[in-house]
């Protein structure tokens, strides 16, 4: 068997080949315009970026799709889910941080022209429990709410690296970040008797420096939400770790120092568990009622969800869509494989930075021995999906679809009336040519790579600087121009309404 996935490259130079406009392409050809019924209540699966991370879709490509749906009759939210915390300074880890973050990254009711909402509720709760007796490690999963009560969805993915799902793509948009937080610690393995970092992660108190050495070490207690660490008197390090969750908090904390050793297992079993977890919600919202659109761009190694985006690895790829989740992230990795590395970046740096090397294995995990194919092969074989895929390029769909649409007249049925009444132009000054200028200047004089070639002072014989004053005395000087200017001409001269 093998899906259909429908790409357009990331070139651009009309607005009906923009990123924007092809995005839109993309969905109507995939065939997605048609999952959608009048009426419909419409999920647009977005990950909003955490704060000070920007690599993440502009908030125009979910606004552009949101329109979209509601010219096809539904109804639309975007929509993005907290997090469990991951770190001790977590920015989207509750709906208030969520909307707050959201919303400086740009995704608001406003931006949105609907409305943006956290999918499982204030602190995470806020789910569907689904059997999935096909899953290969989860038989249930728990997705978000408001995605779960959707009648479509759409996962419009950006599509990266990740350091513990080695890819961001659209399974682990599902995967993950429509999973609740308890969802969440289902996936990340917490409590698993074999993979969980309770049981899984190799702890090395002995490396934790002491207090005296180590002037940060209040984080060590301060990184847990359930306050499964203490430093004793002593300067010992304890760990209640059969307590542990796997809220991840603490990993930024313990990995630098060498108190953790991080598990391969662990990593490897979550990277299985988001093939299992994307089934759950693709059973939850109806298994012909999800759309996938991906846009490969700004592909940073290391997903939206730290605090800071990386110089990409390799070059804009295009925009994908398909109903196969797995087709489309296979032909985002087997792009992205086939791309050369961005020089400057971690590809570059950890030496994958040629067309045909794998590039997340090491730019995007950050454990050797994690695999890219990891969650694709995973659902492959609780079967969501199929990596053999027909890449089908898509024809632009002609400029007129992409016009502004709030305004369709060509400019001098919308400006010839307004500009008589409020002329931007000044005709009445400097017989009619409007502005203080020289007639001539040496062009080529500024165009040199090493910098000018004329003095810069040569032109001071212009009564107007361009620093912002009038120069009492150099009217003469003006006339060479033959533009005099009338008192009503010169710098400070109110000229108008503006
Ligand atoms: S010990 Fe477990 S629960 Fe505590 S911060 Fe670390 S991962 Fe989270």
């Not at 993005?80 to 770190?87: F, H, R, W």
């Not at 090491?362 to 694709?376: R, Y």
């Not at 070639?453 to 003469?476: K, L």
């Amino acid at each position: 068997m093998t899906s259909k996935v429908y790409f357009m490259d990331a070139r651009s130079d009309s607005a009906d080949t923009s990123l924007i406009a092809k995005t839109l392409t993309v969905f109507d050809a995939a065939g997605l315009d048609k999952l959608v019924n009048e009426g419909d209540v419409v999920a647009i699966k977005v990950h909003c970026g955490e704060w000070n991370s920007s690599a993440y879709l502009r908030p125009v490509y979910a606004r552009a799709l949101a329109d979209r749906i509601k010219e096809l009759g539904g109804r639309p939210f975007v929509c993005d889910t907290t997090t469990q915390t991951y770190n001790p300074y977590g920015s989207r880890a509750t709906e208030l941080d969520l909307l707050e973050t959201a919303s400086r990254n740009g995704f608001n009711a406003t931006t949105l022209n609907c409305p943006f909402i956290c999918a499982d509720g204030y602190v995470g709760t806020s789910d569907y429990r689904v059997d999935i007796p096909e899953g290969y490690i989860l038989k249930e999963a728990f997705v978000a709410q408001a995605i779960a009560a959707a009648d479509v969805m759409i996962a419009l993915t950006h599509f990266k690296g990740h350091g513990m799902g080695v890819i961001g793509g659209a399974l682990k948009n599902l995967g993950i970040g429509a999973q609740s937080k308890r969802g969440k610690f289902n996936v990340h393995m917490g409590r698993h008797p074999k993979y969980g970092a309770g049981d899984a992660i190799d702890f090395h108190p002995e490396s934790f420096a002491g207090k005296e050495k180590d002037p940060d070490w209040t984080i060590l207690e301060d990184c847990c939400p359930l306050s499964l660490f203490e430093v004793t008197d002593n300067d010992e390090l304890k760990w209640e770790r059969e307590k542990c969750i796997n809220c991840l908090g603490c990993m930024g904390i313990m990995n630098p120092r060498g108190i953790f050793r991080p598990n391969l297992e662990n990593f490897d079993a979550t990277d299985a568990a988001i093939a299992d977890g994307a089934l759950g919600v693709v059973k939850a919202v109806g298994p012909d009622r999800v759309g996938f659109v991906t846009v490969a761009v700004d592909v940073s190694p290391k997903c939206d969800c730290a605090g800071f985006s990386d110089v990409p690895i390799v070059p804009h790829l295009g925009v994908f869509a398909s109903t196969d989740p797995v087709a489309i992230d296979q032909a985002c990795v087997d792009a992205a494989q086939h791309a050369p590395g961005i020089p400057g970046s971690l590809a570059e740096e950890v030496g994958v930075d040629a067309p045909g090397d794998r590039k997340f294995d090491l730019a995007g995990s950050s454990i050797e021995g994690a695999s890219e194919q990891t969650t694709i092969n995973t659902a492959v074989v609780n079967g969501l999906g199929v990596r053999e895929h027909e890449l089908i390029h898509v024809e632009r769909a002609g400029a007129e679809k992409f016009r502004f649409p709030l305004d369709r007249r060509p400019t001098r049925q919308r400006f010839a009336k307004l500009f008589e009444k409020f002329q931007p132009f000044p005709f009445d000054r400097y017989d009619t040519r409007g502005f203080n200028r020289l007639p001539e200047v040496d062009l080529d004089a500024v165009k040199g790579h090493g910098g000018p070639t004329v003095d810069p002072h040569s032109h001071a014989d212009a009564p107007y600087h361009g620093d912002g004053a009038w120069h009492p005395g150099m009217e003469e000087a003006a006339g060479h121009s033959g533009m005099n200017p009338t008192d009503s001409d010169k710098a400070g001269t109110p000229a108008g309404d503006d």
